[in-house]
């Protein structure tokens, strides 16, 4: 009679600690899940920032990096956005100073000429463009992109 008693004992132990090896399995699995999760928002995130920069501005890129201080991705390419927006921004201002005042020289010599300096102004949005479009690419993949010319004001 104790072997009978003894046996469903053991089995009872085998049976939690199987229930403990599935627990912790199924846990592993939750923070694996969490992780990637977690790794997915913050891609996301990031991507928005770009996407965000590239129609609204600086104002995206500023409201994330404010919000989401915890991630250190979120945050590195909010910065690097927010810098690029205030480049663009100082850049398109300047060269429209003075693509003005050359315009109007270049007009009194020989009209067509007064284009070059509104197709700096063209080309120059363009790479707002190009620059905003590889920070989504590169963002989408979960890689960090850096503006090969960028003024850094915020670090």
Sequence with gaps: MPNSTQQPHVNINKDASNNDINNVQA?????????ASTKQDSTNIALLNWLGCLFFGFIP?????????????????????????????????????????????????FAPLAMIPMLALVLFGFSHL???????????????FR?????????
């Design 61 to 109: 890129p500023l409201i994330i990096m404010l919000v989401k201080k915890d991630d250190a991705y979120v945050q590195t390419q909010a910065k690097e956005a927010l810098n690029w927006s205030i480049t663009f921004v100082i850049g398109y201002i300047g060269l429209w100073i003075v693509a003005m005042i050359l315009g109007f020289i270049l007009a009194f010599i």
């Design 130 to 144: 190009v620059f905003c479009v590889m920070g989504v690419i590169k963002c989408s993949s979960g890689k960090d």
């Design 147 to 155: 503006v090969p010319f960028n003024i850094r004001l915020i670090k």
């Design 27 to 35: 846990s592993s699995h939750r923070t694996d899940m969490q992780a």
